[in-house]
């Protein structure tokens, strides 16, 4: 407050700026990106830290990578093609 005793612009204004971005706290180990405080993930029993949700497909990524050895559809003979 000012010598009289009102509020200076600036306060008044303060309400129109953005928000403050959440801080990264993280990248994930699947695609890179930044991961926010408040963001959903999931960890691995190794420690990495991997999107989940909102549109990120990076923690099923991940585990399809890590798991699978083959994808694809199976013949006669037990081969995938």
Do not use: W
Request: with cysteine; hydrophobic share 30%.
């Amino acid at each position: 407050m000012n010598v009289k005793g009102s509020v200076y612009r600036a306060d008044i204004f303060d309400r129109f700026r953005p928000p403050d971005e959440p801080p990264v706290v993280a990248n994930c180990a699947q695609c890179d990106g930044e991961i926010y405080d408040g963001d959903e993930v999931k960890r691995t029993p190794d420690g990495e830290t991997l999107h989940n949700g909102y549109g990120y497909d990076c923690a099923k990524e991940y585990a399809d990578l890590r798991t699978f050895n083959a994808m694809g559809t199976i013949n006669i003979r037990g081969e995938i093609d």
